[in-house]
């Protein structure tokens, strides 16, 4: 029986149908495989006969090797019989599913990634103002600072006794001298004694400048020119390198910040002074006041003159 089940598959008969010479004589040989298929099958029709359901397959196969045994016998070639492939369908749904799959993944990569990022950007901006706060609170604490400094600067002591040397000796005896009171009913010409203490320092007799100028500003206290008068002093003193002197003279010319036009001066001689007795943050704390009060006003050399003090000190801002 499996000998004749063998015979009647497609397999069998195309193989039948391969091995003759001549594709004339491939039909007459399919036929006989047939017909000795047939004969074969008959001892078993018996038994087939028992089972209506074995018996209508049995026929159906049949029919379909004659059909392809006669169309093999009409058209000279072998008729191939191939495995129905997958339903196109049920792969066109297959690779849908799957494309929806590999997109389902790259979405809930890119969510992910997009809840990392906004984790750090959250840790980034809670770091950022950590750092504000902490920035704002130094400023704080140096603005402090400066104030503080400004304060000590804007009222300095008195100047120290003068050491040796000439222009020193001057000065105290001019200091300690006594101070005649100022009465304009007694006509006293301040114009004049102010424009004879400037000759002095311009003809660079600065030890009689300072003397000069000391009897000025201790004679008119409340003169107009006294602010001035105390700026010229410092200008004796710096040029003479007495830079704790000059610091206390140019203090007191800027004492109330006046809007005068040698007031930006004073200012970055006071800070160049004060650097020369190492006092930097006071210096510095000078130099800002500059630029607060007197930069827009300042001529271009002065601000020039302010930034490379500035630069030179290493002052912060």
């Known amino acids: 029986m499996a000998s004749m089940m063998e015979c009647m598959r497609p397999e069998g008969l195309r193989a039948v149908a391969r091995r003759p010479a001549r594709r004339r004589l491939a039909a007459a040989a399919a036929v006989g495989t047939l017909m000795a298929c047939s004969s074969l099958a008959i001892p078993g029709l018996g038994r087939a006969a028992e089972d209506p359901a074995r018996v209508d397959r049995l026929e159906k196969q049949i029919r379909e090797l004659r059909a392809i045994v006669f169309q093999a016998r009409d058209t000279g070639h072998p008729v191939e019989v191939k495995d129905a492939g ?19 993944r790259k979405l809930q990569g890119g969510n992910e990634q997009s809840t990392h ?37 804007s009222s300095p002591p008195p100047p120290p006794p003068a050491p040796d040397g000439k222009g020193r000796r001057q000065a105290s005896a001019a ?39 000391q009897a000025f500003v201790g004679t008119h ?15 004796s003193y710096s040029v003479r390198d007495l830079n704790g002197d000059a610091t206390s003279a140019y203090a007191r010319a800027l004492k109330g910040w006046p809007k005068t036009p040698w007031a930006p001066d004073a200012v970055i001689k006071l800070s160049r002074a004060l650097a020369a007795t190492q006092r930097n943050p006071e210096a510095c704390a000078a130099l800002g006041e500059f630029a607060r009060r007197y930069e827009k006003t300042a001529t271009p050399s002065a601000r020039t003159r302010a930034a490379q003090t500035k630069e030179k000190l290493g002052c912060a801002g």
């Open 86 to 104: 997958p339903d196109p369908a049920v792969t066109a749904l297959t690779q849908r599913v799957d494309d929806l799959e590999a997109t389902l």
């Open 117 to 153: 990022d906004v984790e750090q950007l959250r840790s980034g901006m809670e770091a950022d103002r950590s750092d504000r706060t902490t920035q704002i609170q130094a400023l704080t604490d140096r603005l402090a600072r400066v104030e503080s400094q400004l304060a000590t600067v």
């Open 175 to 213: 200091a300690a001298a006594p101070v005649p009171s100022a009465d304009p009913a007694a006509g006293v010409d301040t114009v004049g004694e102010f424009k004879t203490a400037r000759t002095l320092l311009a003809s660079g007799d600065y030890g009689g400048a300072s003397q000069a100028f």
């Open 221 to 235: 206290p409340a003169d107009p020119k006294t602010p001035e008068a105390f700026y010229w002093l410092g200008e």
